[in-house]
């Protein structure tokens, strides 16, 4: 800036120089006309050096011009480059050349960035890290398995996770998942541990094959079930490990989710730890595609009914049969009733598909009674289906009007999760004239509170006591206790599961009232069941059908 001023300066200066020799030259060459010519030469010297402080004014013009530039244009031209590479994601800085206002937006500049830098430093954390426990996050997890082709991931799920909250409190469950957490990554040598989810810490390891990976996983449970310390007590803690690694196909489900699936199929076979099995995780985009076309199948006549008869020792014949759905794919073949079943429930679907039931069963006990059978039918009612007021309306309407001799079958943990509400439903079945029966009793936390209250009329032993009853003492004892505890209570027993002769007379000895079974008969269609009711009543016809 100071070679401008001093060049503009002296531009200035030089010119008004001229301009005054230029006059004074003007007049004295008027004057060397009239005989005064020495006197200019004088002034032309002058002349001659005012012009050259001229050009060197005018050269220091055009420097500190340039310097200007330099000064003003570059630091603009930083600054423009650092906004476009800032849209594209980088965080440069500006070098600041000077303490004007361009150098004051320059550190101004540099002061956001940083700012920008550290905020999403902040952020990147947050959303790379659990904010509770504040170990790596599912997220995290998932990036440090995808950084190596070896790489295996155990997830550790706590075991009994809210019973244990519940009872020591929120913030300490926090410190105890952070305890764990660093607990598990010292066994690990040093890996990072992180949180999936509530209950759950991940870790990934790498390891030749998944025998490998679930041989770690196995030693690093039994190290971490040591109690655990929290506000100074110890905490007895429990954990199941699942084993996943990288999937052949990208359609199937991350490491994460498929070692969390192999979580439960651990505790489901009692494990501490487990490999993820894909045959038995089956096909979970299947099956959802396969509910979607459930209505469809009601509709287009895929279900149809197969009934397993119900031998009645005192009777000495079938005098009831059990309603079972089937389904039919047209391109699947036939689904597994387990299958669509349990999918129906947890979708809703199995209220239309416990109405089809009802109708078509119906509808062939009236068939049944042509042919000369009074057969009682029996239908199973999902626990999902004891509070819906309007199910029970319509069903019974349809009962009441048709004059059908039913039974519903209904487990007695279905009437626990609401009992209340069960109870009087169950109620208006009984008073409709509808069968009640007990469903898979002893199989799940059967209570003597709730036999006593639930109006019942039968009450069927689950298959896992009776298929054992010939070779386990224990078994048969228990069979006998409950079949003189229903008789005790004015409740029919039926026995599920018999497969064999001996079992079977095992069952008459005790007094049972009817057995079910694969010795008593497969469930069959209609027709064969027909066939079958019109052929001998005989023991050995029953047991060879």
């Not at 005064?36 to 055009?62: E, K, P």
């Not at 954390?125 to 790596?136: C, I, N, V, Y």
């Not at 079930?225 to 084993?243: F, L, Y």
């Amino acid at each position: 800036m100071t070679i401008l001023y001093a060049g503009l300066f002296s531009v200035a200066l030089g010119v008004t120089a001229i301009a005054v020799v230029s006059a004074v030259r003007d007049s004295a060459r008027a004057i060397d006309e009239n005989g005064a010519g020495a006197a200019t030469a004088v002034y032309q010297t002058v002349f001659v050096s005012l012009g050259l402080i001229c050009i060197l004014g005018l050269t220091g013009v055009v420097i500190g011009a340039w310097f200007l530039s330099r000064s003003l244009a570059r630091p603009i031209s930083d600054l423009d480059e650092a906004v476009h590479r800032l849209q594209q994601g980088e965080h440069i800085e500006v070098p600041v050349t000077s303490n004007d206002e361009i150098g004051r937006l320059a550190a101004s500049f540099n002061v956001m960035i940083r700012d920008l830098r550290d905020r999403e430093a902040r952020l990147t954390h947050m959303a790379l890290h659990d904010m509770e426990s504040g170990l790596p996050n599912r997220l995290a997890l998932e990036r440090m398995a995808a950084q190596q082709s070896d790489a295996w991931v155990i997830l550790f799920g706590l075991d009994r996770f809210e019973v244990v909250r519940n009872a020591i409190g929120y913030d300490s469950m926090a410190r105890l998942v952070t305890a764990l957490g660093q607990r598990i990554s010292a066994l690990a040598e040093g890996a990072p541990v992180a949180r999936v989810g509530a209950g759950a810490l991940g870790v990934v390891i790498t390891a030749e094959t998944g025998s490998d990976a679930l041989i770690i996983a196995r030693r690093l449970c039994e190290a971490a079930h040591a109690p655990v310390k929290v506000n100074g007590a110890p905490v007895d803690i429990a954990v199941t490990a699942g084993v996943a690694g990288r999937a052949a196909s990208s359609d199937t489900a991350s490491p994460v989710d498929r070692a969390a699936i192999a979580i439960e199929q651990a505790r489901r076979t009692r494990r501490s730890a487990a490999l993820f099995n894909p045959s038995e995780y089956g096909d979970p985009g299947g099956n959802l595609s396969l509910i979607s076309e459930l209505m469809a199948a009601l509709r287009n006549g895929e279900f149809s009914l197969a009934y397993q008869p119900k031998y009645d020792f005192r009777a000495e014949g079938i005098t009831g049969v059990e309603a079972l759905a089937r389904w039919t794919h047209p391109r699947r073949g036939v689904v597994p009733p387990d299958l669509f079943v349990g999918m129906a429930e947890e979708t809703g679907h199995i209220r239309p598909l416990t109405e089809w039931v009802i109708r078509r069963a119906i509808v062939d006990q009236r068939a049944l009674a042509a042919a000369g059978h009074d057969i009682l039918m029996s239908v199973n009612i999902s626990g999902r289906l004891l509070t819906d007021e309007t199910f029970a309306e319509e069903v019974l309407a349809a009962i009441t009007e048709s004059g059908a001799r039913l039974c519903f079958e209904i487990t007695e943990t279905a009437v626990m999760d609401n009992s209340e509400r069960a109870l009087a439903m169950i109620g208006r079945f009984k008073d409709a004239g509808v069968c009640v029966s007990l469903d898979d009793y002893g199989s799940g936390l059967s209570s003597l509170a709730y036999l006593k209250r639930i109006p019942a009329d039968e009450l069927k032993i689950d298959k896992a006591f009776v298929m054992g009853m010939d070779k386990s003492s224990r078994d048969a004892l228990l069979v006998k206790s409950t079949i003189d505890l229903a008789h005790g209570l004015g409740l029919r027993i039926t026995a599920e599961g018999v497969e064999s002769p001996t079992t079977l007379a095992l069952l008459r000895g005790m007094g049972c009232d009817m057995a079910q079974g694969f010795l008593i008969g497969r469930p069959k269609p209609l027709h064969a069941l027909i066939e079958r009711l019109n052929g001998p009543a005989g023991l050995s016809t029953t047991a060879a059908a």
